[in-house]
């Protein structure tokens, strides 16, 4: 699968992210020296392991029967010490349906495990940066 991504145009910072036929503006924040036209590259990151945990629950809720009615999943961004190496993310669940207690610690386990969590937390990523073809 390719990502792209290409400023849209204008005279800032924005850009048209594109997955597949999906197409995200992506920007930098005012601090960065953006105007906040869309999330910046690291509110995608946040937000892919929102996703993941949400998708995760969900399917497996379904396959296993348990009638979970609503999913959110809030992800806080401590970041303060990224630069010394540590970039803090805590996410929490809010499950709604008809579910004991067994159900809802079975589904906060199974958000633990969710792919792009352990991508995060288990997985050296190797980046190579070359020239487009």
Same mark, same amino acid.
Do not use: F
């Given at each position: 699968?390719?990502?792209?991504?290409?400023?849209?145009?204008?005279?800032?910072?924005?850009?048209?992210?594109?997955?597949?036929?999906?197409e995200?503006?992506? =920007? *930098? %924040?005012? #601090?960065g020296g953006g105007?906040?036209?869309?999330?910046?590259?690291?509110?995608?990151? =946040? *937000? %892919?392991? #929102?996703a993941c945990k949400a998708l995760t629950v969900l399917i497996y809720a379904r396959r296993k029967g348990i009638p979970v009615e609503d999913i959110e999943v809030v992800v806080d961004r401590d970041d303060s010490e990224e630069?010394?190496?540590?970039?803090?993310?805590?996410?929490?669940l809010r499950l709604s349906g008809d579910l004991t207690e067994a159900q809802r610690d079975e589904l906060l386990r199974v958000a633990g495990k969710c792919p792009v969590h352990k991508l995060m937390t288990e997985v050296k990523t190797e980046i190579e940066t070359g020239w487009a073809d």
């Amino acid at each position: 699968m390719t990502i792209s991504i290409r400023r849209d145009g204008t005279t800032g910072t924005r850009h048209i992210l594109k997955i597949r036929n999906h197409e995200i503006p992506v =920007d *930098a %924040s005012p #601090a960065g020296g953006g105007s906040d036209a869309g999330p910046e590259p690291h509110d995608l990151y =946040d *937000a %892919s392991l #929102a996703a993941c945990k949400a998708l995760t629950v969900l399917i497996y809720a379904r396959r296993k029967g348990i009638p979970v009615e609503d999913i959110e999943v809030v992800v806080d961004r401590d970041d303060s010490e990224e630069r010394k190496g540590v970039y803090r993310l805590k996410s929490g669940l809010r499950l709604s349906g008809d579910l004991t207690e067994a159900q809802r610690d079975e589904l906060l386990r199974v958000a633990g495990k969710c792919p792009v969590h352990k991508l995060m937390t288990e997985v050296k990523t190797e980046i190579e940066t070359g020239w487009a073809d």
